[in-house]
């Protein structure tokens, strides 16, 4: 590498501390004792090292930006590195807050990426300070995990960062997802959509190229491709529900319609009809008209429905029918989720579920689709 | 292990070598008289057009070429010089020296393809025959040789299938082709520069084959055909093959199937049977014709008889009496290369076909499989290989795809560094997988029937040897290769278009 | 069976030692894997083998069915064409790490990468680009991947073509474009043949990907507009493609020069045989750009340094565009293509050199300007029939006497054999026939063409 690299660490002590005493994550101090008085022990510090480690074999041409004591600082020493440290928290004791003020500290610094260490709690403070304005890559160290925004494990998110400063991957947008408490206090595992961030992604053995070509579309043009591809399918006397993220976006931006990123909007005759609008409201709007729905899996385990999307009801489901629902995603993104492996729906209704089940093509380009398995 | 050294030349590049004013070759000129009744033939090219600097080509005499090319030639690796079990897909049999030799007759070589027909009945044979020949082997109608290779035979066989629905009135509705994502990547990029939308199912993780259901979900009125390549090139042969056949036809579209992986089929399974309506075969595969260091290599078509009219001109055809080449097929798709195909490589693999008859193909596939399972056996006791899909399919036919998944994660060396360590044993390099990579660090090994058992024991014990290395001393392979002809090559240009350089003239204009 | 000589383990003692090691005793368990519904239990409908002797009696009577290379004097062209190649070419094409290696890295096969290599950077020395890719088939191919390229570079959907390219090269354009791309004929001079740059004009449009040319053309003459040509297409924000025969280029302008920006043609002439047109490959060259690199689907192997200071290695450029990775994203096919003939090329030129070049160029041009001379001096021939200056090919009208299949008959029968017809590929002109004449022709061979002819056409 020419230049030296930035790279930014952000350690969730506590994150995953919850898990092996069977709590659902430690967000709150409450919680936090608790674990504490299970025996928990950190969690993060370790899983950091390990991904160090591998960072550690370019410790050179790197400058390694973190947070005092055992929010990097500890975690960087032990592994070799002698990081420059910004911030100041007070040990042992560090909230929420901490990670958001280490993210923007890290932004300042315009590290060239923030690995940060925890769980979908973590992802969310990251992603609260940052946005997409810095790439950002997780160590799997919490117990809720449904954001697209970490690596497999430690050692990888390691092999990844280095890859990716040394200009070897590419950026996709990952969701940041965390518990819907509501739901959650209802009994239910929903999870929302927080927002998103820019993270590497390295397609197996594929190097992705620097610039976008013909063959090698970046996640843009990609995203471009597909909505190019919806558009000259849409329909005029129709509906179009249109879910939450970026992919979905891209249709909205060709159709020349601003759209929420997290939330459902309906369009017709390519005009908006409503933004983020709830169950209630797209059932109202729509009455009887035709409708479809456009659709991009959400989060790590790609869900089509059921996280982050949970305005799209079985009622809705059930009325637009599983014809009119258009999923669509690209390349990277089902390989981000896992080649083969099924898409997930979570409805909370079992016969909408079934109904959904089964094989079903998504659209990847322009001329390009491929066939996947629906599960429940 | 084995002993081998590689040669090593240091040889410079043909540019570095040689002396102003040298030269290889002697031009006869022509009789004075002839010279005198044209005159200056230079002077009636228009001053525009007239080549004002030498072309800058290498000046050496005959004898330094010959030497740099024999010593390029020592530093490469062919089937003739060592074990090339590891490239599979690509079928590595021994190619034939009496098939060289009859391939080098003048009566092939210096004959023009325009010649009269009455003046070239010998060689219109040998292609005709093929073509009977390749029918009887694969249960189908009628063959094109001119194809040049496995993704030119995709092309040809997708552009049919648009012909056959453009005649029948529906292209524009039929725009899709359906393939697989294990089958051959050409299954997929043919069919798109043919002009259709490519719809890919993936494996089921359970089996490493699609589910019906997949396909069924992938099938409707837009449905122009499926390009599948069975076996694939995991090894794993897809018993609903019919049934995808019949789903298509069923839908009215066609199914090509890619036989790039005969040498385990023949006389086991005609192609022609389970309903294909068209199939290709690579002849520097299955049929021994040599790989030519990457071409020229040669892939004919075979269709059904309802496909035949829309074959490329010409077909060659014989009337009882003489053979002839047929121009005069209004519905053909016309033409995908210049000629009638590589047919040197027409001449070797009749001549093989010949050679080895019923029984000896029926040997070839025999000896392929067992070979093959024989070394999967082997290897699946190397420590940290894995054969995806073991439950389902715990046997291959002539290949098999494993994982040196695990071996990566115990030891960090994965397949490219046990790539870059193989050759220092004299072997060649694994064939890894065509992206995307559906199994992990995979390599995929093929050893054809002209293999020794020797081989067989030797590769597997370099690759016992190469593991025991991973995990005591992972450093010799991450580092290798350390016996070449030259070290670890600097991957940077790859992607720098200020360091890449495809020929001398732009290398030395970036690296002054 | 007995024992066969290519199957080593077919020897009943090793097979059962390798079954007993797998655990079955039945090799048909092995095949399991294939349904019994579409089973074939054989015999396949084939011959027995045959021993080495057989095959080559049988090949060999087979092939004395052609009538014998020397006892035909040929004058055609068209795509393939006659000349010598030096002893040292099949030499080394014939060299068994050549002929059977396949795809190893540079490490195991730093050879063929090299001769690849040396091959790429002789061809953008005779046609002035600094990017070459690695061959496919033939020109006609290579011309289909060109115009693919030119139409994805430039977003745009039609290709302008001269109306003097071979009907088969089209036909393998159309085949490779897809819908991609749309060609579209552009007309040419009848009396010199160059392309008619009104009509050029007309029909450049906004949707113009690219304007192809060939340089000589198919009928064998020289295009001298060739800037000009470029000037057009340039100032409509268009490509130029030229494609070329490479053995003109030791005497003309190369392409790069008058602003090409992919250049393609046929190896061939580069120290291939003929044979039956089975052997040939299709270079192309481009200006070393990114986006133009990146709309071509063939590989590109570009020169590298190793570890070890003072060493060269081999790899390759974007290998992500390929279809081998990119699949049904690819710009176009790639497959296994013509190394072998390229290196063969590489050894040629290698031993042509810069002098060697243009002396052959010029001694080709002064044979088949003889041969347009002494052809024109009988009575019933035009030859050529365009006016402008030939390279090694020419046209040849015979008026409305006899047809150009009548009178090839009848050379036959003087054991000639005459230029290819093109009345039927080219109605517009006539009884016409295209005539090749390169530096294997003596002036004895042009004589008694000229004095057969006579006697044919009396």
Redesign the interface.
Known sequence: MADSRKLGIIVNPIAGMGGRVGLKGTDGKEILARARDLGATPVSPARTIEALREIAQVADSIELVTYPFDMGEEEARESGFDPTVVGSITKNETTAADTVNAATEMLKCQVDLILFAGGDGTARDVCRSVGQNVPALGIPTGVKMHSAVFAVNPRKAGELTVRFLQGEASLCEGEVMDTDEQAFREGRISAQLCGYLKVPYEMESVQPSKSASFATPDEKTSQDLIAQCILERMEDSCYYILCPGTTVKAVADKLGVAKTLLGVDLTYKGALVGSDLNEQQLLKLIGRKKAKIIVSPIGRQGFIFGRGNPQISPAIIRKVGRQNILIIATSTKLSAIGLGRPLLVDTGDEETDRMLSGYTRVVTGYEEEVVVKVSS | MTGYRAVTWNEPLVYQLGRKGRRGSAIPAAEEQLKVKVGDVLSKIPEAMRRREPANLPELSEPEVVRHFIRLSQQNFGVDSGIIIGQGTCTMKYNPKINEALARSPKLTEVHPLQDSSTVQGILEIMYRLGKLLCAISGMDEFSLQPRGGAHAVLTNARIIRAYHELNGELEQRNEIVTTVLSHPCNGGSPAVAGFKVITLYPDPETGIPNVEALKAAVSKHTAGMTITDPYDTGIFDPCIDEYVKIIHEAGGLVAIDQANANSLFGRLRIGDVGADLCHFNLHKSFSTPHGSHGPGSAPIGVRRHLSKFLPVPTVEFDGKKYRLNYDRPHSIGKVSGFFGVIPAVLRAYAWIMTMGAEGLHETSEVAVINNNYLLGRLLKVRGVALPWIKSHPRRLQEARFSLQQMKEETGVGIDDVNRRIVDFGIQKCFTSHEPWIVPEPFTPEPPESTPKEDLDTFAEVLRQISQEAYTNPEIVKEAPHNCAISRIDQSPSRDSKKWALTWRAYLKKHK | ?TV?R?????DPE??K???D???VKD?EE??????E????H?????????S?HE??R???G????????DE?L?F?G???W?HYV?A?C???S???????????????????Y?????F???????VA??????PT?????ASGDAV?MAA?ASGRREILVARSTSP??L??M???C???AEIMPVDYDHQSGQLSLEDLKEKMSPNTAAVYIENPTYFGF?E?Q??RISNIAHDNGSLLIVGVEPLS??????PGE?GADIVCGEGQPLGL????????LGFIACR????LL??T?HR?????????R????????????????????????????????A?TA??Y????????????A??I???S??AM?RLSEIRGIKAPLFNS?HFEEFTVNFGGRKTIRNI??AL?KHGI?GG?DLSKEFPELGNTALYCVT?IH??ED?DRLAAALKEVLK
């Open positions: 069976m066969h290519y199957i080593p383990n077919s090793v097979k030692e390798l079954l090691e797998i655990g090799p092995l095949f399991a894997a294939i349904p519904r579409i089973r074939f054989g015999p396949l409908d084939l011959p027995h083998g045959m080495e095959v080559r049988l090949i060999e087979l092939l004395s069915k052609n009538v014998k290379p035909m040929s055609l068209a795509g393939c006659p030096p040292v099949d030499e080394i014939s060299r068994s790490e050549f002929l059977t290696a396949y795809t190893g890295d540079a490490y195991s096969d730093l050879g063929r090299q001769a690849l290599f040396e790429q950077s002789m061809i953008g020395e005779l680009m600094d990017a070459v890719t690695v088939y033939d020109w006609a191919t693919r994805i088969d090269k036909s393998v159309r085949n490779y897809g819908r991609l020289i001298n060739g800037e280029l030791g005497l003309l302008t190369p008058y045989h003929m044979s039956f047109g089975g052997a040939s070393d750009e990114e986006p990146s709309a689907g590109l192997v570009t020169i590298s340094t190793t570890e070890c003072g060493e060269w290695g081999f790899t390759y450029v974007l290998p992500e565009r390929s279809m081998y990775a990119a699949r049904e994203k690819a710009p176009s096919i790639t497959g296994t293509g013509a190394a072998l003939c290196i590489a050894v030129l290698s031993l042509l050199g810069p002098n060697g070049i243009r002396e052959l010029e001694t041009m002064q044979r300007n003889y001379k200056t090839n008959q036959i054999q290819k530096e003596t002036k042009i």
